[in-house]
């Protein structure tokens, strides 16, 4: 057995051994548990820059090479080989199916598509202009409420079902947002379909006329949930850990997720992203924002660009860049002005000292917006996919924290900069 490697930290004249941790890959990891009570310290590291909150088995990446692995194999290979539903088996049970594991898999999930029909009343509730997301957030939070079944998380059958119903439901969620906001009839889910394909349906089809799936887009789609799907413990995963570290329900906890990923630093990119490259609209403009984004008085920043794990090509977006190139092939607008804009801008700032020297590379959220433009997808419902299919990936993770035996509340400290103690003073004599 190795020998255990101890870190020696050196604090007014007394010495603290921190026990050094190895990964199966990536950093070693200084463990910290026993500092504050040996020590009477705390450490300091907003925005999680330096720290390790959890062991996980799920997910890899390695920032410097630019690599993405799910459950040790390449984002690449799934992408070309694998599809979603395979990936969120691998994702959540650790080991590529076999074809009975992969088909009952995939019938169980198809089961639970539909949702209680109560549903359709409690979106109506819901302003008609309201953000996708925001509807989403409630109605996923609610689902505790229509499926209180399944929200014992001391029971593993429980824990399981509520796994199958939010993989399955959240496309139709998602979908029927849509459908809410433009003021269509929602639709129903088709189990013939695959996952893709339904959703499509779901989103795109109308009951006046019969809607064709084309599989070239369906096979897109997939693609986009597959790179999607999980990415270790970024920023929604960790609010889903947290919130799920308080005994709360999966429901709950992956709203929480939802209302996270919602923001523009993080899933709300890919909406913004687009935003941008519509605004900037021709390639003669591309330097002038170039150059807001350089300056730091501007607020303004290069969406899509720039990453805190990937100091290289995120790989999801080499994936995904591959892919609007197919899709704007196959509905004949290979000239689309936005893809224009998009791969010039990538080229100027890969060249611009700014971008080389802080390691800013476009992130899967760049290129991914153009896709679902062209398939028809406005930009307020970007984000909505992003959320349905890191759904797989946020359960895996809560799952993998639950079934923890050292399971404990997640509950950071502070460096407390407040008043310190004083009296309260009576209004009059304030
Ligand atoms: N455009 C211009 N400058 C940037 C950008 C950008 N997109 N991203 C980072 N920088 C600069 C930043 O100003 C800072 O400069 P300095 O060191 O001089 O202060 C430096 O690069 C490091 O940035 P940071 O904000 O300290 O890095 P972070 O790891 O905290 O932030 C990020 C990562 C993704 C939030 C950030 O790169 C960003 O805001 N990017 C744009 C939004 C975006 O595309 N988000 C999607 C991320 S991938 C999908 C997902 O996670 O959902």
């Known amino acids: 057995m190795a020998e255990q490697r101890i870190a020696t930290l050196s604090l007014d004249g007394k010495s603290y051994e921190l026990p050094v941790m190895s990964p199966t890959a990536g950093p070693d990891v200084l463990d910290i548990r026993k500092l504050y009570g040996q020590a009477d310290v705390f450490t300091y590291d907003p925005g999680f820059t330096s720290t390790a909150s959890c062991d996980s088995t799920i997910t890899y990446i390695d920032g410097d090479k ?37 088909n009952d898999f995939e019938r169980t999930v198809t089961r639970h598509t539909m949702v209680h029909e109560q549903m359709h009343n409690f979106f109506r509730g819901f302003r008609r202009d309201a953000h996708p997301m925001a509807t989403m957030v409630g109605v996923v939070g609610a689902m505790s409420a229509f499926y209180h079944d399944s ?13 199958f119903r939010l993989i399955a439901k959240l496309p139709t969620i998602a979908a029927m947002a849509y ?21 499509l349906h779901m989103c795109f089809a109308v009951p006046a006329e019969e809607y064709k799936v084309e599989p070239a887009l369906a096979k897109a789609m997939d693609r986009i949930f597959l790179l999607h799907a999980d990415h270790e413990q970024n920023a929604s995963t960790s609010t889903v850990r947290l919130a799920g570290s308080s005994g709360a329900n999966p429901f709950a906890c992956i709203a929480a997720g939802i209302a996270c990923l919602w923001g523009p630093a993080h899933g709300g990119a890919n909406q913004a992203c687009l935003e941008m490259l519509r605004e900037i609209g021709t390639v003669d403009r591309i330097p002038e924002f170039i ?19 990937y100091k290289n090509f995120d790989p999801r977006a080499k994936v995904m860049k591959e892919s609007a190139d197919e899709v704007l092939e196959l509905l004949g607008v290979e000239n689309n002005p936005t893809l224009q804009v998009a791969k010039e ?48 990936g ?7 924290m639950i079934s923890d035996p050292q399971l404990k509340i997640g509950r950071p400290r502070q460096l407390y900069v407040g008043a310190t103690q004083r009296d309260y003073v009576d209004v009059g004599q304030r």
Request: aromatic content about 14%.
């Open 66 to 102: 630019g690599e993405l692995l799910y459950r040790g194999y390449p984002i690449e290979q799934l992408a070309e080989k694998s599809h979603h539903l395979e990936a969120a088996y691998l994702l959540l049970y650790g080991e590529l199916p076999t074809e009975t594991q992969m």
């Open 151 to 163: 929200t014992d998380i001391s029971d593993p059958r429980q824990r399981e079902i509520a796994a």
């Open 179 to 199: 459908k809410y906001s433009i003021g269509q009839p929602f639709v129903y889910p088709r189990n013939d379909l695959d996952y893709a394909s339904n959703f």
């Open 291 to 309: 150059e807001k984004a350089k300056d730091k008085n501007s607020g303004f920043r290069l969406m899509g660009f720039g990453h805190r794990v």
């Open 345 to 392: 801008l990538e080229r100027i700032a890969l060249e611009d000292d700014y971008f080389i020297s802080k390691k800013l590379y476009p992130n899967v959220d760049f290129y991914s917006g153009i896709i679902l433009d062209a398939m028809g997808f406005p930009t307020s419902m970007f984000t909505p996919i992003f959320a349905l299919s890191r759904t797989v």
């Open 394 to 400: 946020w359960i895996a993770q809560w799952r993998e």
